[in-house]
Structures are given as structure tokens and as C-alpha cells.
């Protein structure tokens, strides 16, 4: 049980790529990932899982077949599972996902955006 | 689903009461919630589930039996289950709580600060 508190911007300050999210906390079996995202990212669906977005800073917009949402810091949305969506980020922006241990952020479509998983940050 | 995102100052404009918990998204059977704390809260622990705290705007001190952890806004802290935990604040702060649907903000302690749960805003 560690003896400080889990600064948000300190993580974020440890790396700098795109669409390759990090763990920085479990409760049960669920993480708390953060990620930096810029330009479109692929469609796809996590078919077991619902997916949450909270946006850090800046701002971005998550785009499903029948509408989009945008999100600013200080905002959050709750992809629900098995839906097509399709992240896009015109400049750079923060997010925190919270999500089951074990989610892979291209989900069912694979591709060059698969990122490695579980890497903490 | 939600046309738009959940904007965490907008929900909290909502209400004024101190260590009450309202919801505001669920994923999976998980809920977030948001809560103004201020003063010191109860010893408690949750059995069966850990608990996230992360502070939306102000600062707190979640102290446990054999240490303190202080949180400005920005960051955040699992307590972990089966641990003794009292949120402890000298100034209005306002936080976000990720838990199991179903989590008593008092755990196992009860009395006067056990809120109604499941209340959304």
C-alpha cells in the first residue's frame, strides 16, 4: 500500500507516445490507464466491456456510427461494450481510461494501433 | 446512450450536501460518483471491494491506521479492501469515488454519515 497519493500529471510526464496506454492503478480487477492521443485511431468494439473516457486535458471526440460526442478536460463518457467507436483527437490530448485488467485498446480490430498491454507507467 | 459527455464541474454545481455520494456514470457494475467532503468522516472499511478516491478540486487526507496519504486535485489513491480508511478534510474538497455498484459509503461502520446509496445527479 503505497505511502503517496498518484499524481496524474507526474505519470503523464513519463512518456510522450500516442495511443499506447499505461497503467498507473488497479482496484480489484480493473485499471486505471492514461494515455496521450493525437489523429484518428482505428474503429473498433470491446464486445466483453464497457469503456470509460475522461478527458485530462485538452479535447477530442469520440465518434460512433450515429453520432459523434466531444469531450473537454473535465469531461467523461462511457463507451458502452460491443459498440463501433473510433477516438480522434485534432491536437494532442490526455485521457484516463478505466477499464477490466486485460482490455486491448484496438479491441476487435487489431491492427497497426494495437498497443502492448499492462505496461505501467 | 448519452449524446453528450458528462462534464464533472456541471454535475457537481448540482449539489451542496457534504459526504453524500451522487452517481453519475456506470460501467460494467461499477459506478462513478462524485461527493463534497468536509470535516473528518467515520473509521471504515469495505470487505469486499477496493475503493478509488480522486480529487476533483481541493485537498484531503485519507488516513489509515499507520499512515496518512494527502491528495490535491489531480491526484488520486486505491484503498485497498479490508482497509481501515478515514477521509479527512479541512476544507470543502470535491472528489470522485469508482466502486462496485452497491458500495455504502460507510462500509461496515454505519451511524450517522451512512448516506442513501444509488442516488444519481
Known amino acids: 500500500m ?3 497519493a498518484i499524481n496524474l500529471q507526474e505519470k503523464l510526464a ?3 507516445e500516442h495511443w499506447s496506454p499505461r497503467v498507473i492503478a488497479e482496484m480489484n480487477d480493473y485499471q486505471f490507464k492514461l494515455a496521450k ?3 484518428e485511431f482505428v474503429w473498433h468494439s470491446h464486445a466483453d466491456t464497457d ?8 479535447e ?11 469531450l473537454a478536460a473535465g469531461e467523461m463518457y462511457v463507451v ?3 459498440v463501433e467507436h473510433r477516438p480522434v483527437a ?3 490530448c490526455s485521457i484516463m481510461l478505466v477499464e477490466p485488467r486485460g482490455v486491448v485498446n484496438t479491441g476487435d ?4 494501433y494495437t498497443a502492448p498491454n499492462d505496461i505501467w507507467v
Do not use: Q, Y
Open 90 to 92: 485534432s491536437s494532442e
Open 51 to 58: 469503456e470509460v473516457f475522461i478527458v485530462l486535458a485538452g
Open 14 to 16: 513519463r512518456f510522450s
Open 2 to 4: 503505497p505511502d503517496t
Open 80 to 82: 458502452p461494450r460491443g
Open 109 to 112: 480490430a487489431g491492427g497497426a
Open 37 to 39: 492521443v493525437l489523429g
Open 60 to 70: 477530442m471526440v469520440l465518434e460512433f456510427r450515429d453520432r459523434s460526442v466531444a
